[in-house]
Every structure is written in C-alpha cells, then in structure tokens.
C-alpha cells in the first residue's frame, strides 16, 4: 500500500498570501489530520477530517481552515499568513474504527517570507 | 488536562550503547492510547508502537523495548544496541477517547544522537 502522500513537498510565500496543501491519504482510511511543527512549539494538531466532516479542532485561528473531498483526499488552506506561520505540515491518515493508529506523510514545508 | 513531556531533550551515545528515553503523562481519561513515534532529518514521523491503557504489558520489538507503568505514568523507550541509524528525534505522544483518539497530544521530543 502507497503512503500518505502530500504536496506541494515544499513552498515559499510571502506575508498576505494564502496557501492550500493537499494530503493524499492511505487507500481505504476516511480520516485525515493535520498537524503543525515549529521548532518554537512543537507538533501541535490543527484540525481532523472524516468523511468531509470536521471532527475535531485545535487551537489555531480561523485563518486555519481544511476540508476532506468524497475520495478522503484532504486540503488545508492558511490565509493571510504570517512570519509564524513559517512550519512544517504533516498530514495524518487512519482507518478510524476508533483507536487506530495515525500514519503520518512526509509533511509540507512551508517559508513565508 | 493532557500533557506529554518528555524532559530529555538531546542524549548522545556511542553505537552500541543502551539508552531508554523517557516520557511521562497526564491525562484525566481512563481510556487513552500512548505512542512512540521516530522522526528522521526527512521530517516523516515514522510510527514505532501503540499502547493502550488497560495493557500494561511490556513490548520487545527487536533492539527496541517499552515500559508502560500506571502507576508512575510513564512510558519508556529503551534501544539496546544503538546504530548510527537510530539517530533521529523520538516523539511520546497521548490520544483520549473524549476526543475520539484522533487528536494526539505530542511531548517536545528527544533528539537521539549515536555516534559510530
């Protein structure tokens, strides 16, 4: 079975823009989540996604936002962004029968310069 | 509320030493999940093992062992033998059932250094 895949692998912008990252999840798992990894404060989760539905948030402002497609293909988006929002994105997916383990992708790496 | 911390944050060590990371957790669940998971320079966390609360069973996987004890809330990481290749940053992370244990609360982190 192929992993989770995400593009872009890596993207620079600048202050004002916004971006979207994709996730591919693993064939046959209907959630996603997305984490956020700074060096400043770790790996923090943002949003999970399953079957198009959020289920759960995390503490991030609304600029943060994502979705899931009918395939469970996932994209988030960060408008307006900011210096701080300079990070590594990584992608989750899992099976979700209820305690199913995350597999995790190789995470976008976003520069907002 | 639930927390992770893992206060070790870098431990170097020359291949074929023992070395355990630690990691202790908070959490008001009675039904949680814990998790060991490596991150290499790529950046793919790279999932190791998955303990869920009523199993306190220790786990050998080949050169890697964990101890989960209730009693202290810790769940350890033992790599015995170190390679060059275990170099990476080693993450202890906390899933609960009141939020469907889809959310995982990761602690700081453990940068794992071997040398040849």
């Known amino acids: 079975k192929a992993g989770v895949t995400q593009t872009p692998r890596y993207l620079i912008k600048t202050r004002g823009q916004q971006v979207t990252l994709s996730c591919s999840p693993i064939?046959?798992?209907?959630?996603v989540s997305w984490y956020q990894q700074t060096p400043g404060q770790g790996l923090q989760f943002l949003f999970e996604?399953?079957?198009?539905?959020?289920?759960n948030k995390g503490n991030f402002p609304g600029r943060f936002s994502g979705r899931q497609f009918s395939n469970s293909r996932s994209e988030m988006n960060v408008s307006t962004l900011e210096l701080g929002d300079s990070a590594l994105y990584l992608c989750?997916?899992?099976?979700?029968?209820?305690?199913?383990?995350?597999?995790f992708g190789p995470g976008t790496r976003l520069l907002v310069l | 509320a639930q927390k992770v911390t893992q206060a070790q944050t870098e431990i170097s060590v020359v291949e074929k030493e023992d070395v355990t990371l630690d990691c202790v957790y908070e959490?008001?669940?009675?039904?949680?999940?814990l998790f060991w998971y490596k991150q290499p320079p790529s950046g793919e966390l790279v999932f190791l093992i998955r303990?869920?609360?009523?199993?306190?069973q220790n786990e050998i996987s080949g050169r890697y062992s964990w101890n989960f004890q209730k009693s202290t809330s810790s769940f350890n990481f033992t790599i015995t033998a170190s390679q060059v290749v275990d170099s990476a940053v080693y993450f202890c992370?906390?899933?609960?059932?009141?939020?469907?244990?889809?959310?995982?609360?990761f602690g700081t982190g453990t940068r794992l250094l071997v040398s040849p």
């Open positions: 989750a997916s899992s099976s979700n029968r209820g305690q199913e383990t995350q597999y």
């Open positions: 064939s046959g798992h209907r959630s």
């Open positions: 996604y399953f079957s198009e539905t959020q289920r």
């Open positions: 959490t008001r669940d009675t039904t949680y999940y």
């Open positions: 303990r869920n609360s009523f199993d306190e």
């Open positions: 992370a906390l899933s609960e059932a009141r939020t469907g244990f889809q959310k995982l609360v």
